[in-house]
């Protein structure tokens, strides 16, 4: 389901107050994303391998390009642009996946910033032709990053927030359900129950009515 | 063709993944355990010594090849084969500096011939070697007495991973390096705890298997060796 779909639904599924008041977008989106990253997460727990099925990838068409911190002495990656991650409790995160433009086996593992001081004079320095990675808030950090490879720029596939989605982007969304066995829309309409709708009728009224019970 | 014989660390990390459907998420960390496993390998099972052409000095002192982590033999040639070296732990090992210059103090006995006590009459049993060496692990250095000024061979073991270019292993022990690295995470994963003796006996099991096969003479080995202590007979 597309992104305005997904959130259509929800719209429709919540109960109708007067006319003018109604929830905006912006509530139900965080409701949605809230529940999604949850359920990112109950899937993850469940089998960590599976989660690969929910991210985007960017870098496809241009690759995102690698920058020499020469200050720091790093070579690093920012996230697209106007995209975030979701975090995950493992060294991937959100970015489940670094690659090379020309897709030719794993070139690319996660590190965490203790690996990546630990490392040093290492056996895995030695041996190892691959790059780590380190996920921070704001950027991909790398280990090991070949002039080469940081020219060409790499590939990722990142799990980003319901609110970073595009109107129109499909949105996989984990139909795992909780332990009460409530899936994704019960999750979500639980959320929103306690939350009143917001008056936007511009009629200078300041309480929002709510709606009578048919009667029997 | 088959497949190749050897193969490298990386590949066998990557492949130990794919078995055992794990994430990249410890690739690090079980990549620095699978060169400790070559490493235990070069030094414990593998019969591959590294055999190089070293130098003796003016001063009858080799200096150690900065891998060697183990000595396998010290030889010089005789009409196309080895002649080896018998170790004597009581070569005097120090040098004498003046000024920035080493060099030998006989009166300290550096430096000095041995003298065999040898029999050429009647009772004179056995033989004694012109080459003797001794090894100063401390200082990295092998002694050597009878020969100096030349070039010999060393024969030694090493950790097995290179610090420039590619490590390779026979692609046969992959087994017991995916044991090893199984048992080692025990050690970092917490459910595998209560699994930690049974992942190293299968470890263990993978290494016997292994030196078994590396140990193993084959039949033509087992003829030459029956031949060898056999006497010809008439046969009727």
């Given at each position: ?114 690996e990546l001081e630990l490392v040093n004079d290492s056996?895995f320095e ?17 280990y ?73 | ?236």
């Amino acid at each position: 389901m597309i992104k305005q779909e997904l959130r259509s639904t929800i719209k429709n599924l919540l109960q109708k107050y007067t006319e003018g008041a109604e929830y905006h977008n912006e509530i139900i989106d965080r409701a949605i994303e809230r529940v999604i990253n949850q359920l990112y997460t109950a899937t993850f727990l469940a089998s960590p391998l599976s989660i690969q099925r929910y991210v985007k990838r960017f870098g496809g068409t241009t690759a995102i390009p690698v920058v020499l911190d020469a200050v720091a002495g790093i070579y690093y990656s920012s996230y697209p642009t106007g995209y975030s991650i979701v975090p995950l409790p493992d060294k991937s995160s959100g970015v489940r996946r670094v690659s090379t433009v020309a897709q030719a086996g794993i070139t690319f593992f996660p590190m965490d910033q203790r690996e990546l001081e630990l490392v040093n004079d290492s056996y895995f320095e030695n041996v190892s032709d691959k790059i780590g990675y380190v996920v921070t808030q704001d950027r991909v950090e790398y280990y090991g990053m070949t002039v080469p490879i940081a020219t060409a720029g790499v590939r990722m596939d990142l799990l980003i927030p319901f609110s970073d989605y595009g109107e129109n982007d499909e949105v996989l969304v984990p139909e795992i359900p909780d332990k009460s066995n409530i899936g994704f829309t019960d999750m979500v309409l639980t959320i929103l129950s306690v939350i009143q709708p917001i008056e936007t009728k511009d009629d200078n009224l300041t309480e929002t009515t709510v709606p009578q019970k048919p009667k029997q | 063709m088959a497949t190749n014989a050897l193969i490298d660390i990386n590949t066998i990390v990557t492949r130990f993944l794919l078995k055992y459907k794990l994430s990249t998420e410890d690739a690090v960390i079980y990549t620095e355990h699978c060169a400790n496993c070559v490493r235990d390998f070069h030094l414990y099972d593998s019969p591959n010594v590294v055999s190089e052409k070293i130098a003796i000095s003016a001063l009858g002192i080799i200096e150690m090849p900065g891998d060697m982590v183990g000595f396998n033999g010290l030889f010089s040639t005789t009409e196309g084969e080895l002649w080896s070296f018998t170790e004597r732990d009581r070569i005097v090992n120090t040098t004498t500096f003046t000024g920035a210059v080493e060099g030998q103090d006989s009166a300290f006995g550096e430096g000095a011939v041995l003298n065999d006590p040898r029999s050429d009459t009647y009772g004179g049993l056995g033989g004694v070697n012109d080459y003797y060496y001794t090894i100063d692990w401390k200082a990295r250095r092998i002694f050597c007495e009878g020969i100096k000024s030349t070039t010999v061979l060393l024969r030694y073991t090493t950790s097995g991973v290179e610090t420039s270019g590619v490590t390779y292993v026979p692609e046969f022990i992959t087994p017991m390096l995916d044991a090893y690295m199984l048992w080692r995470s025990s050690y970092w994963i917490p459910p595998m705890v209560r699994e930690r003796e049974m992942l190293e006996k299968d470890y263990t099991k993978a290494e016997a298997k292994v030196r078994t096969l590396i140990n193993a003479m084959t039949a033509d080995q087992w003829r030459d060796l029956l031949l060898s202590i056999t006497s010809q007979a008439p046969i009727r």
